[in-house]
């Protein structure tokens, strides 16, 4: 008798289990794990083998996909990934989305990008930490601008975050940040220096002192950027950032 494969719709709670067991799996960030917590924006299915939990896969429906529903998550136990297709299919056929947008150090993820999607592409390149660095260009220091209760209070809910400034011999050249919208522990670092002091290694330096202050408040720096950014991909690289995957975007093949 053939398996019953099966979709349902299901609650953000009912699939948490799952989505634990891809974040343990993953040991890195999930560049879409806030869409989960924004009312309205994700509409989440249990993915299902003879009434039995096989996974989960979430479109996201709301925010910058309205109008545009996209598959952003799918996951599979490890003993029903022989029958990851059908699943798949089953996912799409219940959520219907057009779009996908998935995180390519996932690999079952890439796999189905690559068997389901049309004119598929990377959006973002996804970075980890992976060493520490000791730059420190002459005049420069990097101070806070967000009071440390805010930060604290951002890391603890989840949403927001932290801004830091870099003065280069008193005057402002450059800001930057952390965001904490992502599956704990993970901390989003961001940076932008102003034209005309690019090119003197204080990208690099403030990265690098962003990803110091991320540690010190219990949190693991992280980073993404645009594909074709080659400058921000190099600074990310000297401050000891190291590439993990990509976000994979395209449609979905009728």
Same mark, same amino acid.
């Given at each position: 008798?053939?398996? %019953? ?6 609650? @953000? ?9 891809? #974040? ?21 299915? $249990? $993915?299902?083998?003879?009434?039995? @939990? ?11 996909? /309205?109008?545009? *529903? ?13 029958? %990851?297709? @059908? ?6 056929? %219940?959520?219907? *989305?057009?779009? $996908? ?22 959006? /973002?390149?996804? +970075? ?7 730059? #420190? ?9 967000? *009071? ?20 280069? &011999?008193?005057? /402002? ?14 901390? &989003? ?7 005309? +002091? ?12 962003? /990803? ?6 219990? %949190? ?7 594909? &074709?950014?080659?400058?921000? #991909? #190099? ?16 449609? $979905?093949?009728?």
């Amino acid at each position: 008798m053939a398996e %019953a494969i099966a979709a349902r719709p299901s609650s @953000a709670a009912e699939i948490l289990p799952l989505r634990t067991r891809l #974040r343990q799996e993953m040991g890195g960030q999930i560049v879409h794990d806030s869409i989960h917590r924004r009312e309205g924006w994700a509409s989440s299915y $249990l $993915l299902e083998l003879d009434g039995a @939990a096989a996974g989960f896969g979430s479109v996201a429906i709301g925010g910058p996909w /309205k109008g545009s *529903p996209t598959v952003f998550e799918f996951y599979v136990l490890p003993e029903h990934r022989t029958r %990851a297709f @059908a699943l798949f299919e089953a996912l799409i056929g %219940a959520g219907r *989305p057009s779009f $996908l947008e998935l995180q390519s150090n996932v690999p079952l993820q890439t796999e189905m990008a690559l068997c389901y999607g049309r004119d598929v592409t990377s959006e /973002k390149v996804v +970075f980890r930490d992976g060493a520490t660095t000791t730059h #420190r260009p002459r005049g420069a220091v990097v101070s806070p601008v967000t *009071p440390p209760e805010e930060v604290r209070a951002a890391l603890e809910q989840r949403q927001g975050g932290g801004e830091w400034v870099l003065e280069l &011999d008193g005057a /402002k050249v450059a800001s930057g940040g952390i965001l904490f919208h992502y599956n704990r522990p993970y901390g &989003d670092v961001y940076m932008e220096v102003a034209e005309p +002091f690019r090119n003197r290694g204080l990208g690099t330096y403030l990265v690098q002192e962003l /990803k110091r202050a991320c540690y010190a408040l219990g %949190a693991v720096p992280c980073a993404r950027c645009n594909t &074709d950014n080659v400058a921000s #991909r #190099r600074t990310l690289q000297r401050a000891g950032f190291v590439p993990v995957g990509h976000i994979l975007i395209g449609a $979905l093949s009728a």
